[in-house]
């Protein structure tokens, strides 16, 4: 079983449409989670930056974390042709290491 | 945030060749590190790269293979050496800024091996 699970995709919705993009991991003893966007031919963009449980907004974009059910989300609200890309979400454990361990990401379309 | 170039942005190389990949930041960062991303793969630690010092590599890579430098607080190179089809891949740099502040990505090198 991967460290973390993300479905690949793609993932095709009409413009204007609220996007929900999931991981779930394995490792309790993660702490902090990130979300990046990929557009093709670039490097990976943070979006958002969490720590622990809860919700974090940031205009269209809303984090969400469940530590006890091992998921986290990344919700796109009023989705724009331009939030098309690959979506990737990332995870480390509190101290100790740098190291981050990805999701596979997950491909998003949005129809204009 | 600190903004990553890297070089080249493409290359395609010969069997048994070896390729420097260069990193460089517009400021002093804490950490540098290098990743590889595979087709339908995650993103891949290949290794930490430690000012002054050893880099520190994980598991599945060595330093025969990937050599890395970083000379100072704002720049760092990957070498991957002896090349084979199976090298073929996008290498990433990243940084943290500042300790405990969330991972910078460069937009990485695409690199082919015939």
């Known amino acids: 079983q991967k460290e973390v699970e993300q479905d690949p995709g793609p993932l095709s919705v009409p413009e204007g449409a609220i996007v929900s993009l999931n991981c779930t991991y394995s490792n309790s003893a993660f702490q902090y989670f990130m979300w990046y966007r990929q557009y093709s031919r670039k490097g990976p963009e943070l979006l958002m930056y969490t720590y622990s449980s809860g919700n974090k907004e940031d205009g269209r974009f809303t984090a969400q974390v469940d530590k006890s059910s091992k998921y986290i989300s990344l919700f796109i609200r009023d989705s724009q042709p331009s939030d098309s890309a690959t979506y990737l979400c990332a995870m480390r454990a509190p101290s100790g290491t740098y190291k981050y361990i990805f999701g596979t990401g997950t491909r998003l379309k949005v129809l204009a | 945030s600190a903004v990553i170039s890297q070089k080249p942005s493409r290359d395609i190389c010969q069997r048994g060749t070896s390729l420097t990949i260069q990193c460089q930041v517009d400021s002093q960062v804490t950490m540098m590190f290098w990743y590889r991303q595979q087709p339908g793969q995650s993103l891949t630690l290949i290794a930490t790269?430690?000012?002054?010092?050893?880099?520190?590599?994980e598991s599945g890579f060595v330093i025969d293979k990937f050599p890395i430098s970083r000379p100072n607080l704002t720049f760092s190179t990957l070498t991957v050496s002896n090349m084979s089809p199976e090298d073929s891949s996008i290498y990433l740099c990243s940084v943290e800024a500042e300790s405990g502040q969330p991972q910078h990505f460069g937009d990485g090198t695409r690199l082919s091996i015939l």
């Open positions: 790269a430690n000012q002054g010092s050893e880099a520190t590599y």
